[in-house]
C-alpha cells in the first residue's frame, strides 16, 4: 500500500514539474496583422504602424505609407517570453509631422491554442490580427 501512495506522489511530482516546463517555455506569435478604413488627419490618409507589447517585450510593425487599409502580410511578431494568461497590448499609430495619434488600441489576457482571432475598433477603422500560443 505504501509502494503505490508513494507512486501516486512522484507522478503527481512529475506531471506539475512538466505542466512548469511547458508554460515557461511557451511563446506567442502574433501574424496577419491588417487594418481596414483607418482615418488620417484633416482628410488625409494615415501613415499607420503598430506597437505590441507582451511581458515586458515590444515589438513594432513598421509604418505604411499613406493607406487606410494597411497590411504587414507575411510578418510574424514574435514574443520568446509571452505565455497564457500573460497581457498583450497591441496599439496603432498615424504618425504625423510633430505629434504621432493613437488611433486605437486593444488589452487582453493572452489564451491558449492557435488561431486565435483578435478585432478592435482604431477610430472609424479596425485592426485585426492573429496569434498562436506555442
Not at 77 to 89: A, I, N, R
Amino acid at each position: 500500500m505504501a509502494i503505490f501512495h508513494d507512486l501516486r506522489l512522484m507522478t503527481l511530482a512529475v506531471l506539475m514539474l512538466a505542466s512548469q516546463l511547458d508554460s515557461a517555455s511557451a511563446t506567442v506569435e502574433l501574424r496577419n496583422l491588417k487594418g481596414s478604413k483607418l482615418s488620417g488627419d484633416f482628410g488625409n490618409k494615415p501613415d499607420p504602424y503598430v506597437l505590441m507589447y507582451c511581458n515586458g517585450q515590444e515589438k513594432v510593425a513598421r509604418k505604411k505609407e499613406a493607406t487606410s487599409d494597411p497590411d504587414w502580410k507575411g510578418q510574424v511578431f514574435t514574443f520568446s517570453s509571452c505565455k497564457s494568461g500573460h497581457k498583450l497590448k497591441v496599439e496603432v499609430w498615424d504618425e504625423d509631422p510633430g505629434k504621432d495619434d493613437k488611433l486605437g488600441s486593444y488589452e487582453g489576457n493572452v489564451g491558449k491554442g492557435s488561431s486565435n482571432p483578435i478585432k478592435f475598433s482604431a477610430g472609424k477603422g479596425t485592426i485585426q490580427f492573429t496569434y498562436d500560443v506555442k
